[in-house]
């Protein structure tokens, strides 16, 4: 299964700020996610990280609020933008080995709090 | 797009009981179905996985069962222990090129000692 390092595990920032958070996977693949998980909530799905091209957004989500690089097949960051305390919640990655492999691997989150 | 509804969203069992989860997906271009485990400050764990030509998958002490018809799926978890406790989360994915997984709102367990 593929290792997934998420980057910073948490941080608190100051309001209309942003904040980029990397997600390093230690072997190529083809899919990479960002979800948001608010306390005691489930996983949302944010988009999916495309390489090579523009992320693909959830309903409720858009690029200017959370721009998505995914400039290889192991990295991918999502930034935070112009954040509010609505923002507070706990952002993961998750990758996708491909076709061979189905289950999704999580790094190990983001705890952001934007005060 | 697709939707995965899940039940119920806490159970209480006592140490040796079975217990359940249920959960529905609304598109049926759906053909995986994993579960994770999510303990307490911790990121999701796979547990179990169904593919949509199955109808059945055990592991141990944690089954599976899939109905693609009803577009229903259930995890069985017998002889409970009080490290069972955590968040469960079902989710169905979809292949786009990738899987992108939708989640379940999750089922909160406490297994009673």
């Known amino acids: 299964s593929a290792v997934i390092s998420q980057k910073p595990s948490r941080d608190i920032c100051q309001r209309g700020t942003s904040l980029t958070i990397q997600c390093q996977v230690d072997?190529?693949?083809?899919?990479m996610f960002w979800y948001r998980q608010q306390p005691g909530q489930s996983l949302t799905l944010i988009a999916t990280?495309?390489?090579?091209?523009?992320?693909?957004?959830e309903s409720g989500f858009v690029i200017d609020k959370f721009p998505i690089s995914r400039p290889n097949l192991t990295f991918s960051t999502l930034t935070v933008s112009n954040m509010s305390p609505e923002d507070s919640s706990i952002y993961l990655c998750?990758?996708?080995?491909?076709?061979?492999?189905?289950?999704?691997?999580f790094g190990q989150g983001t705890r952001l709090t934007v005060v | 797009g697709e939707n995965v509804e899940q039940h119920p969203s806490t159970l209480s069992v006592q140490e040796g009981d079975s217990a359940v989860i249920k959960c529905t997906y609304s598109?049926?271009?759906?053909?995986?179905f994993p579960w994770y485990k999510q303990e307490l400050g911790k990121r999701p764990q796979l547990i179990i996985d169904?593919?949509?030509?199955?109808g059945e998958k055990k592991d141990q002490r944690i089954a599976v069962t899939l109905n693609k018809t009803a577009k229903h799926f259930s995890l069985h978890i017998t002889e409970t222990q009080p490290e069972d406790s955590a968040v469960y989360f079902c989710?169905?994915?979809?292949?786009?090129?990738?899987?992108?997984?939708?989640f379940g709102a999750g089922t909160r367990l406490f297994v009673k000692a």
């Open positions: 169904i593919r949509s030509n199955v």
């Open positions: 990280a495309n390489q090579g091209s523009e992320a693909t957004y």
């Open positions: 998750s990758a996708n080995p491909g076709t061979g492999a189905k289950d999704a691997f």
């Open positions: 072997s190529q693949v083809t899919m």
């Open positions: 598109d049926s271009a759906s053909n995986y």
């Open positions: 989710a169905a994915s979809i292949n786009t090129g990738g899987f992108k997984t939708i």
